[in-house]
């Protein structure tokens, strides 16, 4: 089929790419000329295990090309995807303002019948409003489906040539079976419903997923205050199939730009049809106090931050992604900072894009694990990035200057910390001191 897709970030890079390698003709889209440039270059805007590789391959087969002309893209496909941004709003609806604009400018340059599929994640009724907004520009017929996207960073094409399911939400039979005969080679759990329920789907699936995560960091901060291991707490629990052992891992709670954008968006929504989502204000309360746990316990070990050399080991909201978007880093450095501390900061991928966000005097930038180190007084581990599991406790201590170790990932088990001088603690395992 002949595909395009409109927003070259995370979601349409990726799909586009692995629609490609599935065998369509796909021509990927945006309006950020600096990324098409690079991928046109045979480079790629974002750092996503595998896809650098797909992309040169089906560009060498000719089956992906990358424009800035919305106009081609568009009167060449049969299908158009829209996978460009819905970031919050300050007051934590969606902003929807690039939705609006990717629908007038396919309305515009359409040159016959389309399918126009929503794969950005927006609330329910924006589908509807795409089909009004694109029926008053355009005279061609046309079809909409909301086709929400479920992959996650660091294993986005494995997520996406091998998904869990692939929903599809259309009121149009014919619509119904091209997108299931693009999809059926992916999985052979293919969810079709109305439009309303596919963007209802996609909010709740992350809201239950960002449940999970508070729900074990508070059973994490009763097993802190009562002496349980949280660790051993959430196997017990896992094996149970009706709960699952997923996203029961205790931590300094979920970052990243979807959980806290949908999260905050699923509240809106429930507000503006009059009902108070109670459950899932308290699970956006408890992540946005989970991550000053850290600055606690660091004052906890050492009194007072101020002068202080504190390493962070990893920026990225989670390990194999360049993403810091609403990194829990992002706050944890902004408090350090706020009371005086010197930070010595690393993350093997996400390093540049972190200090475009946040740069500061007080912090220096360090090439490895070991350079952040370095007289450090204490090291916070916020990203587990598989580099940080192997380092020798005994051989960080030698470089510090004091031995504190705050392990917001629980990466390090107590056999390796108490044959080491750190003083060590973690979330919701007893500290060791
Ligand atoms: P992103 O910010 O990485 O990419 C969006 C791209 O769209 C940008 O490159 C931007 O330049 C481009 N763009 C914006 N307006 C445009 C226009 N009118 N014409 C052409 N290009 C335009 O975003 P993302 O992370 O890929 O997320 C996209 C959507 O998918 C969001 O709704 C998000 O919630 C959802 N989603 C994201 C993920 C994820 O892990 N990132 C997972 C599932 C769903």
């Given at each position: 089929m002949k595909l395009t897709m409109i927003g070259t970030g995370y979601v349409g890079l990726v799909s586009g790419v692995c629609f490609?390698?599935?065998?369509?003709?796909?021509?990927?889209?945006?309006?950020?000329?600096?990324?098409?440039?690079?991928?046109?270059?045979?480079?790629?805007?974002?750092?996503?295990?595998?896809?650098?590789?797909?992309?040169?391959?089906?560009?060498?087969?000719?089956?992906?090309?990358?424009?800035?002309?919305?106009?081609?893209?568009?009167?060449?496909?049969?299908?158009?995807?829209?996978?460009?941004?819905?970031?919050?709003?300050?007051?934590?609806?969606?902003?929807?303002?690039?939705?609006?604009?990717?629908?007038?400018?396919?309305?515009?340059?359409?040159?016959?019948?389309?399918?126009?599929?929503?794969?950005?994640?927006?609330?329910?009724?924006?589908?509807?409003?795409?089909?009004?907004?694109?029926?008053?520009?355009?005279?061609?017929?046309?079809?909409?489906?909301?086709?929400?996207?479920?992959?996650?960073?660091?294993?986005?094409?494995?997520?996406?040539?091998?998904?869990?399911?692939?929903?599809?939400?259309?009121?149009?039979?014919?619509?119904?079976?091209?997108?299931?005969?693009?999809?059926?080679?992916?999985?052979?759990?293919?969810?079709?419903?109305?439009?309303?329920?596919?963007?209802?789907?996609?909010?709740?699936?992350?809201?239950?997923?960002?449940?999970?995560i508070s729900f074990i960091n508070e059973i994490a901060n009763i097993c802190e205050k009562v002496g349980a291991d949280v660790t051993r707490v959430a196997e017990g629990m896992g094996y149970d199939r009706r709960i699952g052992s997923a996203f029961l891992k205790a931590g300094i709670g979920y970052g990243g730009s979807c959980f806290p954008k949908d999260t905050e968006a699923l509240i809106q929504i429930a507000g503006h049809v009059d009902y108070e989502f109670k459950l899932l204000k308290s699970v956006v309360e408890v992540n946005n106090d989970q991550r000053f746990n850290v600055i606690r316990k660091l004052k906890e070990a050492l009194g007072p931050l101020e002068g202080r050399n504190i390493a962070v080991w990893g920026l990225a909201f989670k390990p194999d992604t360049d993403d810091v978007r609403d990194a829990p880093a992002m706050d944890i450095i902004q408090s350090l900072l706020a009371q005086g501390a010197h930070v010595r900061a690393y993350d093997p991928i996400a390093q540049a894009n972190f200090r475009r966000e946040l740069d500061h005097p007080s912090i220096t930038w360090a090439e490895d694990a070991w350079e952040a180190a370095q007289d450090s007084e204490a090291v916070c581990l916020l990203t587990e990035w598989s580099e940080f599991r192997l380092v020798d406790l005994n051989e960080l201590a030698a470089v510090m200057k004091d031995h504190v170790l705050i392990d917001g990932r629980n990466v390090f088990g107590p056999e390796q910390v108490l044959l080491s001088p750190f003083r060590y603690y973690s979330v919701g395992r007893p500290d060791l001191t």
């Open positions: 490609a390698e599935l065998g369509n003709e796909v021509i990927c889209v945006d309006a950020a000329a600096h990324k098409i440039d690079m991928l046109n270059a045979g480079e790629v805007p974002i750092y996503e295990p595998g896809l650098k590789e797909l992309i040169a391959s089906n560009r060498a087969k000719e089956q992906l090309s990358f424009t800035t002309d919305l106009n081609e893209a568009v009167g060449y496909a049969d299908i158009i995807f829209i996978a460009v941004g819905t970031p919050s709003l300050p007051n934590g609806e969606a902003n929807l303002s690039y939705i609006e604009q990717a629908a007038a400018d396919i309305a515009r340059a359409m040159n016959g019948h389309k399918i126009i599929v929503t794969k950005s994640t927006v609330p329910v009724g924006t589908n509807e409003m795409i089909r009004d907004l694109i029926s008053r520009n355009t005279s061609h017929s046309f079809a909409v489906a909301s086709v929400p996207e479920f992959l996650r960073e660091g294993t986005a094409v494995q997520d996406t040539l091998a998904p869990d399911r692939v929903v599809i939400g259309t009121e149009d039979g014919e619509t119904l079976r091209t997108l299931v005969e693009l999809h059926k080679r992916l999985t052979h759990h293919i969810i079709t419903t109305d439009i309303r329920s596919a963007e209802m789907i996609k909010y709740a699936s992350n809201a239950f997923l960002a449940t999970k």
